[in-house]
């Protein structure tokens, strides 16, 4: 199956930094590459599809870039309601889809 | 608005089956364009897709859990089921259902836009 490998694990950020977190799929994926944010206690959500498209209703702050194998998702001036935990997910062996480990950020 | 909610017991014993119904609302099962799966998150871990179920009842499955795994679909019920039997420790998470709606190009391209708020399933005699 392909492995999915996110970095950092966990990031330090203030109010209106601009945060990257990257995700590296261990074979080629193409743009077949999503990001959720996870809150606790909250439903995942979808926030990019397919490596860089918005999903409807995200903030277009958020924004995803790569393919092949390296993908970044960029927050460009981080918001208290954006602390949480993000995954990365490979679509491209759908229906055998993986997610990343998760890149919880924090408040700094 | 499409919502799912999921539901079952939240304490399971070892060895015992787990079984969970997610149930949709505000749009139909019956989506030639929508597949509908189940995801699980162990507490402090990540994210792990367990399976996915057409309305046609075609289903997938995770390798790692496929021997113990069933999911079935109701169309006249709108909501479809998960039983992950043989339950161990190793089991209790949150357990997540979701809308794949499948992507916007030719190929299938899972994307999990609707989840339902989760359901804690601890396993524990």
């Known amino acids: 199956d392909i492995q999915m490998t996110q970095s950092p694990s966990s990031l330090s950020a203030s109010v209106g930094d601009r945060v990257t977190i990257t995700c590296r799929a261990s074979q080629y994926i193409s743009r077949d590459l999503n990001w959720y944010q996870r809150k606790p206690g909250k439903a995942p959500k979808l926030l990019i599809y397919?490596?860089?498209s918005l999903q409807s209703g995200v903030p277009s702050r958020f924004s995803g870039s790569g393919s092949g194998t390296d993908f970044t998702l960029t927050i460009s001036s981080l918001q208290s309601e954006d602390f949480a935990t993000y995954y990365c997910?490979?679509?491209?062996?759908?229906?055998?889809?993986?997610f990343g480990q998760g890149t919880r950020l924090e408040i700094k | 608005q499409l919502q799912l909610q999921e539901s079952g017991p939240g304490l399971v014993k070892p060895s015992e089956t787990l079984s969970l119904t997610c149930t949709v609302s505000g749009g139909s099962i019956n989506s030639s364009s929508s597949y509908w799966g189940w995801i699980r998150q162990p507490p402090g871990k990540g994210l792990e897709w367990i399976g996915s179920?057409?309305?046609?009842?075609?289903?997938f499955y995770n390798p790692s859990l496929k021997s113990r795994v069933s999911i079935s679909v109701d169309t006249a019920k709108d909501h479809f089921s998960l039983r992950l039997s043989s339950v161990t420790a190793a089991d209790t998470a949150v357990y997540f259902c979701?809308?794949?709606?499948?992507?916007?190009?030719?190929?299938?391209?899972?994307?999990?836009?609707?989840w339902g708020q989760g359901t804690l399933v601890t396993v524990s005699s």
């Open positions: 979701a809308r794949d709606r499948y992507g916007s190009g030719p190929l299938w391209k899972t994307e999990f836009d609707y």
């Open positions: 397919a490596a860089s």
């Open positions: 997910q490979q679509s491209y062996n759908t229906p055998l889809i993986t």
């Open positions: 179920i057409h309305f046609s009842g075609s289903a």
